[in-house]
């Protein structure tokens, strides 16, 4: 089954993505230099400010650690695998419209089990969390035709197009994209699950981590998706230099290896070993000033470097070859919004936001745009935020979001919801000039925002976002002004980041709740 899925992929990856690449983002991929700087390994090497952090990286495996290829391998798959569909975290799932689209249409709406188990963090339910993002993948007609040849745990509405997502009641659903019924079986993984899953690109492991432990073992796993069931499972982790095990974290793939930060203070490196098999490559465990942080970001990578941001304000470059910190950076507060990359004349750029948290009550949110290469500064923005209180929960401000990269005829402009600034208590979608760091415009939303932005599209590379709230509140924005074209109040809570594809978008509510909007 691996070979024959291989093979597929490697025949039908680039059709099949072609639609979600094509608004004119000018990425490094698409350069034509006679050089395969795209194969080039970033050197070895450690910045003074590597000093700021205590480290240790444990190898536990003696096969080569060594990366030999470093391209992305979500650039070709058919469909979107991961958190933001790449390593990058850079969104590359843009839908298509026509025109100027004036209407958020529900096409289906798919609703979940619902856990009423109490936990030491309260009753969970179903439906999804943060950051929860629906994967979709585009099996295609020989691809559907070896799936249903080999895989376990289908059911009769299996078909070409696949939404696969984790919910916060403990289970892994399968759904056809087309018609919202279930197109497997689902695989209940015991405890909640609030980010998102990642699919291997070979297409036979998915990789779940669980979020709050409502139950023993606690921790993350791979499932074999042709036995459909958990092939391997990683529990608490005695090692760790820090307590709480959870895995928000959706990991990524480079190479022969699976990259996975948990929120106990460890990068983890797997050998992936297909179907749901992983082996334990090393570990990367690390404090700074005695503390070990916790990462509920996801690993955002360009070729062997891996970049994320913690809950102690901290952001890591790693070469991921040798485990070892490249460059350390400050960024103040919690981090949990997923660091995103972009590639500036061959020189990749990362932009990473914190939240108010540490702070207390109130402070300052910081938005920095990084060097890649050494971490030094490019510019940053700040703003006053505060904490919500309600119902005697804390809800912090700043920035929870994965930032959008405009494309089309918003080229150079980055989008971000930023939460509960001065003192009111809904989000600012704000637009940034990427080159100066310059607010373009704020538009208010009815409530504060959590969930990641997503673009579409239309024939004239028009880019017009679709957002959503945590009031359930739906809105499609148009890119370059910033105006609200139409809003509907679709949900429950819209915490979770939608997923794109053609003029649609699925996304699940922290009710009960997936659904799929048409965009038109």
């Known amino acids: 089954m691996k070979k024959q899925l291989f093979l597929f992929f490697a025949l039908f990856s680039l059709a099949a993505c072609s639609g979600g690449q094509g608004h004119g983002s000018g990425s490094d991929n698409d350069s034509t230099t006679t050089v395969r700087e795209d194969l080039v390994l970033l050197p070895d090497t450690a910045f003074a400010s590597v000093e700021q952090i205590s480290y240790v990286v444990e190898v536990l495996d003696s096969t080569d650690g060594n990366i030999t290829d470093v391209q992305n391998p979500y650039d070709t798959v058919p469909g979107y695998f991961t958190f933001r569909g790449s390593s990058r975290r850079d969104a590359p ?65 299996f078909g070409k197009e696949e939404i696969i997502v984790g919910s916060l009641c403990g289970k892994v659903y399968f759904l056809n994209f087309e018609t919202r019924k279930p197109s497997r ?44 069931e958990v092939n391997y499972f990683f529990g608490r982790d005695p090692k760790a230099k820090r307590a709480w ?77 040798t485990m070892k910190p490249v460059w350390h950076y400050d960024n103040h507060d919690d981090i949990d919004a997923t660091v995103v990359l972009q590639v500036e004349n061959g020189k990749p750029f990362i932009y990473c936001g914190c939240e108010v948290d540490l702070q207390g009550d109130r402070g300052t949110c910081h938005l920095v745009k990084l060097n890649g290469l050494n971490g030094e500064l490019a510019w940053e923005q700040t703003f006053d935020c505060h904490k919500l209180n309600l119902g005697g929960k804390h809800f912090d401000g700043g920035l929870y979001c ?43 939303l009815k409530y504060f925002s959590w969930t990641s932005p997503v673009p579409f599209y239309n024939e004239n590379n028009e880019l017009f976002v679709f957002t959503g709230d945590t009031s359930g509140n739906l809105y499609l924005i148009r890119g370059k002004t910033g105006e609200i074209i139409t809003t509907i109040h679709g949900g429950n809570n819209f915490e979770s980041s939608p997923v794109v594809m053609g003029n649609h978008a699925v996304v699940g509510s922290r009710g009960q709740e997936i659904y799929r909007f048409t965009i038109k």
């Not at 958020?104 to 619902?114: A, L, R, S």
């Not at 955002?300 to 994320?308: A, D, E, L, P, R």
């Open 185 to 228: 079986e689902p695989i209940d993984v015991g405890n909640p699950i609030k980010g998102t899953v990642s699919l291997d690109p070979d297409g036979t492991s998915l990789y779940v981590g669980q979020g709050v432990p409502a139950r023993e073992p606690f921790g993350h796993m791979a499932i074999d998706l042709d036995r459909h």
């Open 245 to 321: 095990g959870a895995y928000d974290s959706s990991p990524a793939v480079v190479g022969n290896f699976l990259f996975w930060p948990g929120e106990n203070g460890t990068l983890y490196k797997y050998r992936r070993l297909g179907h749901g098999d992983l082996k334990l490559h090393s570990t990367m465990r690390y404090t700074a000033g005695g503390v070990a942080p916790g990462a509920e970001s996801s690993l955002c990578i360009y070729k062997n470097y891996g970049y994320f941001g913690d809950n102690r304000g901290h952001v890591l470059c790693v070469n991921l070859c």
């Open 93 to 157: 799932f843009a839908g298509k419209v026509s025109g100027t689209p004036s209407q958020i249409v529900e096409d289906w709406k798919f609703v979940t089990f619902f856990d009423n188990t109490e936990t030491k963090l309260g009753v969970w339910g179903g439906g999804t969390g943060w950051t929860g993002q629906p994967l979709y993948v585009n099996w295609g007609d020989q691809g559907a035709a070896n799936v249903k040849a080999h895989a376990q745990g289908l059911t009769s509405d």
């Open 402 to 444: 994965t930032p959008l990269l405009g494309h089309g005829d918003c080229e150079g402009m980055l989008f971000a919801h930023i939460c509960q600034r001065g003192e009111r208590s809904n989000a600012d979608f704000t637009a940034f000039n990427t080159a100066t760091g310059e607010i373009i415009y704020q538009t208010p």
